[in-house]
C-alpha cells in the first residue's frame, strides 16, 4: 500500500468512526430516563419570592457549557420540556409540565435570580434540566416526540401559574410516593399555595420505592459521628410532617432533620422508614425529589384519568390560577391586576 492509499485509508476510517464516536458521546452526555432528567428541578438552597415579576423582553439567557446563549422564552420551554418530562406521558400532563416551566422561568429570570436578571442555567440540580432538539434527536429522541413537546408548549402559550396576582415559585419533581409535602417542611418557607396534597397513582414511577444499605461503619461516617452500642440501639425517636416525610430522627440522641438526613446520606426522598439487621442498616425511600410542587408521575396518573391540565395544576398549586401573561400572539407584556 503505497502513501497515497494510506491516507485514504486513514480519511474513509476518519469519516466512518469519528461520527460514531461523536454520536455515543451525545448519547451519553444526554441520556436519562426515557430522554429527561432522573431528578428534575432539585433546588440546592432555600427559594425566595422576587417581588418584581414582570421581565423585560421575551428573550433569556441560558447558561449552557459554562457559555451564555441567547434563547427565545418558548423555545426555550421545549428544550426544559424535552429534558424534563418522559414524551411518552399524556399530553395533559406535558401540558401541566409546560405550564409550571414557563412560570418557574419567569420567576427565575428576576434580579434576584442566583445568575442575573433574566438568566438561567441547564442544570436540573439548580434551576431546570434543558436539552436542545438536534441533540435529542441525535441522542435517540424521536421527531414525534419533539413534536408533541412542541404540542404542548405552543397550547399553552403565554400561560402562567399566578397567586395574589404574582407569579408563583412553581417547583416539581419526579414522584412523591403518594403525597407530596409542603415547602414549609423542606425549605423553612411557608407559601400558601405549595402544601402537602395527595398524588396517587405514581406507581409507575422508577423509583416510587427504593431503599440504600449501609454498614454500621458506612453510616457513621456518612454523619461524621461516632456512635456507641449496637445499632439497633442507635435509632429512637421519629416525627414525621403531614406529606409524610421525616421531620425529625433522633439518632445516637442527637435530633436530626430529615431533610439533613436526605443530603447526608443520598437518599432519593424525605420519606423513608429504617431497618436495622445485625451490621446492616437500611433506608427504605418512597418517591424521587424535594417532594414539594407538582409531582410528574402524579400529573400524569391524573391525565390518564380524565384530569386536564389546568386541573392537575390547580390540585399541585393550591389557589393558583392560571393567567395569560402574554397578548396572545403578541410578544406585548400583560399586568396583572
Not at 236 to 251: A, F, K, N
Request: charged residues 20%; aromatic residues 12%.
Amino acid at each position: 500500500m503505497n502513501y497515497q492509499q494510506m491516507d485514504l485509508t486513514k480519511k474513509v476510517c476518519i469519516g466512518i468512526f469519528l461520527p460514531l464516536v461523536l454520536f455515543a458521546l451525545v448519547w451519553y452526555l444526554g441520556r436519562g430516563e426515557n430522554g429527561h432528567s432522573p431528578q428534575p428541578n432539585e433546588p440546592q438552597t432555600e427559594p425566595t419570592i422576587p417581588q418584581d415579576d414582570l421581565q423585560d423582553g421575551c428573550y433569556l439567557s441560558l447558561l449552557l457549557n459554562e457559555e451564555k446563549v441567547t434563547v427565545e422564552l418558548e423555545n426555550y420551554l421545549l428544550g426544559v420540556v424535552l429534558a424534563e418530562m418522559p414524551a411518552s406521558f399524556e399530553m395533559e400532563a406535558i401540558k401541566a409540565q409546560a405550564v409550571a416551566a414557563r412560570t418557574y422561568t419567569l420567576k427565575h429570570c428576576s434580579a434576584d435570580s442566583r445568575h442575573g436578571k433574566n438568566t438561567i442555567c441547564a442544570q436540573a440540580s439548580c434551576c431546570q434540566a434543558y436539552i436542545d432538539p438536534e441533540t435529542y434527536i441525535v441522542g435517540g429522541g424521536s421527531l414525534s416526540s419533539v413534536e408533541r413537546a412542541r404540542y404542548a408548549v405552543d397550547n399553552t402559550a403565554g400561560q402562567v401559574l399566578t397567586y395574589e396576582d404574582a407569579l408563583i415559585f412553581s417547583t416539581y419533581f419526579s414522584c412523591s410516593g403518594g403525597m407530596t409535602e409542603s415547602a414549609v417542611e423542606v425549605w423553612g418557607q411557608d407559601i400558601p399555595y405549595l402544601q402537602s396534597v395527595q398524588s396517587p397513582g405514581e406507581d409507575a414511577a422508577s423509583f416510587f420505592a427504593d431503599s440504600k444499605v449501609f454498614s454500621a461503619e458506612q453510616f457513621q461516617s456518612a454523619l461524621g459521628i461516632r456512635l456507641k452500642g449496637a445499632p439497633d440501639t442507635w435509632f429512637t425517636e421519629v416525627s414525621y410532617t403531614d406529606g409524610g416525610g421525616v421531620e425529625t430522627m433522633t439518632i445516637g440522641g442527637v435530633a436530626y432533620r430529615g431533610t439533613t438526613l436526605r443530603t447526608l446520606l443520598g437518599l432519593r426522598s424525605t420519606a423513608f422508614y429504617v431497618k436495622v439487621e445485625d451490621e446492616s442498616i437500611t433506608f427504605h425511600t418512597k418517591g424521587y425529589g424535594h417532594r414539594v410542587g407538582m409531582s410528574q408521575y402524579g400529573a400524569n396518573a391524573m391525565a390518564k384519568q380524565g384530569y386536564d391540565y389546568q386541573q392537575i395544576l390547580s390540585h399541585y398549586y393550591v389557589g393558583a390560577e392560571i393567567v395569560q401573561y402574554f397578548e396572545e400572539n403578541n410578544k406585548t407584556k400583560m399586568k396583572f391586576g
